[in-house]
């Protein structure tokens, strides 16, 4: 949990309930946390997976990594202190969209375990979706189409996730999207027939 710097500050009970939100959204909120290494698939399975949902009429929102980092987490680099900043604000952001009845997609690379344990226990049991989007490094290298591995193999791009800083692969996560071998489409459906049959989307 961050630093409480604030002072004077304090808490206060919304007059609408989440369980009114989601009568007014007709779905359940929550957050699908999809983690891997870049190249793996992770904003591209998230970005049909919204498509999929949208068109099934679910209120539904995508975070990505790099569109963050375009706003609200410009300030931050890739230290592993900023890594944890990161997450940790993303997590918080995760935690309204689900407060608000809205299925929240999340897509980072989120390298470290415990920042993403950290994420999960702002949630509810069950509000917490962790996807690990697995992708062997060479697959991953051959995706790369931004040359950031080659980059980061010569030295100029210093603690690259895979190469020069370590990925901490999840050890429970709900559900594991093997994308050596699988198109993004039949990501995408695994990922959709996980929530229907797990009571989070009405088939």
């Not at 992770?42 to 990505?64: F, M, W």
């Not at 230290?79 to 689900?98: C, H, Q, W």
């Not at 702002?122 to 962790?130: S, T, W």
Request: aromatic content about 6%.
């Amino acid at each position: 949990m961050a630093e409480q710097k604030s002072t004077n500050v304090t808490w206060h009970e919304n007059h609408v309930s989440r369980e009114e939100r989601e009568k007014i959204t007709g779905q359940r909120g929550c957050t699908i946390w999809l983690t891997g290494l870049s190249g793996a698939g992770k904003s591209t399975v998230a970005v049909a997976v919204e498509r999929l949902l949208a068109d099934r009429g679910r209120l539904v929102y995508l975070l990505d990594g790099d569109n963050i980092r375009h706003g609200m987490n410009a300030n931050l680099g890739f230290s592993p202190e900023d890594r944890t900043e990161n997450i940790r604000r993303i997590g918080e952001v995760a935690k309204l969209f689900t407060d608000a009845g809205i299925i929240c997609l999340t897509a980072f690379v989120s390298p470290y375990r415990a920042d993403r344990d950290k994420a999960r226990a702002l949630l509810a049991p069950g509000d917490f979706v962790e996807v690990f989007v697995e992708a062997s490094l060479e697959t991953c290298e051959s995706r790369d189409t931004k040359g950031l591995y080659a980059k980061a193999r010569a030295g100029e791009i210093p603690e690259f996730t895979g190469i020069s800083a370590p990925y901490e692969a999840p050890e429970k996560a709900e559900l594991v999207l093997d994308t050596n071998g699988k198109t993004i489409e039949e990501s995408a459906r695994e990922l959709v027939t996980y929530l229907e049959e797990n009571g989070i989307l009405p088939r």
